[in-house]
């Protein structure tokens, strides 16, 4: 569906052009001043240079063609050569009914999204999930609807971190505690048992124990180096343990992350990119691109137009060892041979940019993708407690996810319960809706690039730019409904208030809201839009009598209204990752 602010875009450039002056200058806004109109152009300003004219008289010029075109209710000159435009009532109704009755609101699909690889989540296998990696997790799984709802095939892929030397802290550490175990028995032929020896609360015991451990006990240290080799070689001992790891701390993640709402296609991780790594510096050697440095093996990746120095990227050290940047190319390699996508979204940490940086040049240095393939890192910053620090726990730890989120859920539901929003029944189901709104709300209104800080009295808050302010005006609206009857079917109609126009004017924003968001990987567009609409509806809301209107056309049309922005409000809040309960 074309856009509207195209639409009288074009009726305005052809009005230039009809009085003389080149079309291009009739591009039309959003109005600056509302009060004064709804969208304007400034063309008759840069056109008054080249035409020699006063821009007033080309404004004039332009307004009288406009004049008589039914689309406009107003077309006004002013000084020194604005052009002032209201839309016709019919006009916008018109306009809107058509969103109304178009597949996804007339929003055009990208019909070069193809496949859409988004790493997010990033959780590391064995390490309890902290808020480090809820940001990852809510922004990327924001980022992956918003793709898919321009068309792309999404594949999003947590990239467990379930390869490194944590693994072998983990198995040196559980050897202390269980020495007996047959995983330790270098002469056992196997079997190995099906059930894991361990839980994941000892798993989350285990790990930060064994790391503390070898900063202050060589022999163990070097025993955790040892095992993370042998797992590494394939060795049977170690790898039945690390399958175990693996399938526990899975059970574990997947209930967080279900918990949050976040879904994964693809549960690949560090380990399996290791397969493609001989093959990758293989063919990165057949084209010289590996050099020697210090007996290390790096790509050289400094361009001359740089302006900061970017530090080759080391895919082998001087001891054999690849390392992360080694796993994230051949991981590229991994994904365009299964998906050939034609995008890879990091949503990772920011302060990994000079990583990313460096894999990418190297990815198209040694022809891992294609030149059209888009990389592109999104990096996010810290949240922060109210001190401005990054968030801890109040004894300074770093804190679980899972505590985090039974602390935002308690403090919901204790609202819930004392201002009695629903029944018992409803409660445990409206407070963890109302919840996540919060959290991801909370998250999502700022650029992912900015730090934010954490606070769940203005998150959880009913009123301001919050979630649960939005979810409010959803259920609202469900409720009218609710009692109205059927509404599906009722027809846009011509607005008689401000309140009904603005709330139409807001409505046909959405596309330009989506939009961006779309290129520019930015939720925090959606929440903004959301808000203003949000705000529109329940001014709309206050000075309309709705339900007791007694002529039933005019009913039907507020109705007809409340209900296309309910279905906006709810698309918009799926894109974000959270929905409304029927009541609160
Ligand atoms: N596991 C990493 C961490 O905790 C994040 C992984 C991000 N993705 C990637 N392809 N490097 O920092």
């Not at 979810?471 to 409720?479: A, F, G, P």
């Not at 603005?502 to 330009?512: C, E, G, K, N, Q």
């Not at 009598?545 to 009913?555: F, V």
């Amino acid at each position: 569906m074309e856009k509207l602010l195209n639409i009288i875009s074009d009726k305005v450039s052809a009005a230039f052009a009809q009085a003389g002056y080149e079309a291009s200058y009739g591009r039309v806004t959003v109005s600056n001043r509302p009060d004064l109109c709804e969208y304007q152009c400034n063309g008759a300003l840069p056109a008054a240079k080249l035409y020699h004219k006063a821009p007033i008289q080309i404004a004039r010029d332009v307004a009288a063609r406009l004049a008589e075109d039914p689309a406009f209710s107003e077309v006004q000159a002013a000084m020194p050569g604005f052009l002032n435009l209201k839309l016709s009532p019919a006009f916008l109704a018109a306009y809107l009914e058509q969103t109304r009755t178009a597949p996804r609101f007339g929003v055009e699909p990208d019909p070069k999204a193809g496949a859409v690889v988004i790493d997010y989540g990033g959780a590391n296998v064995a390490k309890p999930l902290h808020i480090g990696h809820l940001r990852s997790a809510i922004i990327g799984e924001s980022i992956k609807r918003i793709q898919r709802f321009f068309g792309a095939e999404t594949i999003g892929d947590t990239h467990l971190g379930d390869w490194g030397l944590q693994m072998g802290l983990v198995i040196a550490g559980l050897q202390e505690r269980q020495p007996e175990l047959c995983y330790y028995d270098e002469s056992f032929t196997g079997p190995y048992p099906e059930e894991a020896p361990f839980t994941i609360s000892d798993l989350e015991e285990i790990y930060p124990a064994a790391s503390a451990r070898s900063k202050v006990d060589e022999a163990f240290a070097a025993r955790a180096h040892d095992y993370t080799v042998r797992l590494q070689h394939g060795e049977p001992g170690p790898y039945a343990l690390w399958q175990h790891i693996m399938r526990v701390s899975k059970a574990d993640l997947r209930k967080n992350y279900d918990r949050l709402g976040v879904h994964f296609e693809a549960w690949l991780g560090e380990s399996d990119a290791q397969p493609y790594i001989p093959e990758m510096l293989r063919e990165m050697d057949e084209k010289g691109i590996l050099v020697e440095s210090e007996g290390a093996r790096v790509i050289e990746v400094q361009e001359p137009a740089d302006t900061r120095e970017i530090p080759p990227c080391i895919l082998i050290k001087s001891d054999g060892a690849t390392l992360y940047a080694t796993t994230d190319l051949a991981t590229i390699k991994q994904r365009m041979q299964t998906w050939a996508p034609s995008k890879i979204l990091y949503v990772v940490d920011k302060r990994q940019s000079l990583h990313f940086e460096q894999v990418f040049r190297s990815a198209r240095k040694a022809g891992l993708v294609k030149p059209e393939t888009e990389l592109r890192h999104i990096g996010f910053g810290t949240m922060n407690g109210k001190d401005g620090k990054p968030f801890k726990t109040r004894s300074g730890g770093v804190m679980r996810l899972e505590t985090l989120i039974n602390e935002i859920t308690d403090f919901v539901r204790a609202k819930v319960v004392e201002n009695k929003l629903v029944g018992d029944e409803d409660v445990e189901n409206v407070t963890a809706k109302i919840a996540m709104a919060a959290l991801k709300y909370g998250d999502l209104m700022n650029a992912p690039t900015k730090d934010y800080v954490f606070d769940l009295d203005r998150f959880a808050a009913f009123e301001g730019n919050t979630g649960p302010y939005i979810l409010y005006t959803v259920v609202r609206i469900k409720s009218i409904l609710a009692r109205y009857g059927a509404w599906e079917e009722l027809p846009i109609r011509a607005p008689e208030t401000p309140e009904a126009k603005d709330l139409m004017l807001a409505l046909t924003r959405l596309p330009d809201a989506l939009e961006l968001a779309y290129r520019d990987c930015a939720p925090n567009l959606i929440c903004a839009y959301i808000y203003e609409l949000a705000g529109c509806a329940n001014k709309f809301y206050h000075e309309t009598h709705i339900l007791t209107e007694e002529d039933p056309e005019k009913q039907k049309g507020y109705v007809a209204l409340v209900g296309l922005t309910k279905r906006v409000l709810e698309t918009c809040i799926d894109l974000l990752g959270f929905e409304a309960p029927e009541k609160m």
